[in-house]
Antibody
Framework: QLQLQESGPGLVKASETLSLTCTVSGGSISSNSYYWGWIRQPPGKGLEWIGS???????YYNPSLKSRVSISVDTSKNHFSLKLSSVTAADTAVYYC?????????????WGQGTTVTVAS | QSALTQPASVSGSPGQSITISCTGTSSDVGGYNFVSWYQQYPGKAPKLMIF???NRPSGVSNRFSGSKSGNTASLTISGLQAEDEADYYC??????????FGGGTKLTVL
């Protein structure tokens, strides 16, 4: 059964770069049927799409975050990563990684449990 | 990109039906049949309930159904049950080759 697990620092200082990794287990990140994405949810608020990546390295970003976001993939380690630069308190959120599957119209069908990141001023 | 518009809250009694709307533009909801719906319980990751406007993933109850007209998509839950009380989010593919979520709707089962 496919599982995704987010990892990274839970506390980041304002103006620095947030870095998270999502490790995929129980399946290959290199399948041509899937993309891999990052989504976040500020405390008490709704979901926000951050971006997604294909195993070949093609990326697609939320235009609102594009200038600060970078998503990369490491097929040898079966994981993909998120970097968000110049963070502020507004970037405090639960960050989820998830799989986008062509079997369900590239919707998010498998999610990680989420990791809380707090930006300290 | 702007979030899709959903009502902040809806409510219904057990056994009734409710509908949650999700309004976007011709650059997202109206332009593509790639609308999804997610259910989220407090403190948990979202769960996919509907994809491609009206399709249910395996294992999702047929009490959940989706539709779309113009720039507005809808999620209908029939035979409301206490376990349906959760937050619901719509999502759509966009002309920017990204996805956008709605603001979320809190469903209360009375």
């Amino acid at each position: 059964q496919l599982q995704l697990q987010e990892s990274g620092p839970g506390l980041v200082k304002a103006s620095e770069t947030l870095s998270l990794t999502c490790t995929v287990s129980g399946g290959s990140i290199s399948s041509n049927s899937y993309y891999w994405g990052w989504i976040r949810q500020p405390p008490g608020k709704g979901l926000e799409w951050i971006g997604s990546i294909y195993y070949s390295g093609s990326t697609y970003y939320n235009p609102s975050l594009k200038s600060r976001v970078s998503i990369s993939v490491d097929t040898s380690k079966n994981h993909f990563s998120l970097k968000l630069s110049s963070v502020t308190a507004a970037d405090t959120a639960v960050y989820y990684c998830a799989r986008l599957s062509s079997a369900v119209g590239l919707s998010l069908d498998v999610w990680g449990q989420g990791t809380t990141v707090t930006v300290a001023s | 990109q702007s979030a899709l518009t959903q009502p902040a809250s809806v409510s219904g009694s057990p056994g009734q039906s409710i509908t949650i709307s999700c309004t976007g533009t011709s650059s997202d909801v109206g332009g593509y049949n790639f609308v999804s719906w997610y259910q989220q319980y407090p403190g948990k990751a979202p769960k996919l309930m509907i994809f491609d406007v009206s399709n249910r993933p395996s294992g999702v109850s047929n009490r959940f159904s989706g539709s779309k007209s113009g720039n507005t998509a809808s999620l209908t839950i029939s035979g409301l049950q206490a376990e349906d009380e959760a937050d619901y989010y719509c999502s759509s593919f966009t002309s920017s080759s990204s996805w956008v979520f709605g603001g979320g709707t809190k469903l209360t089962v009375l």
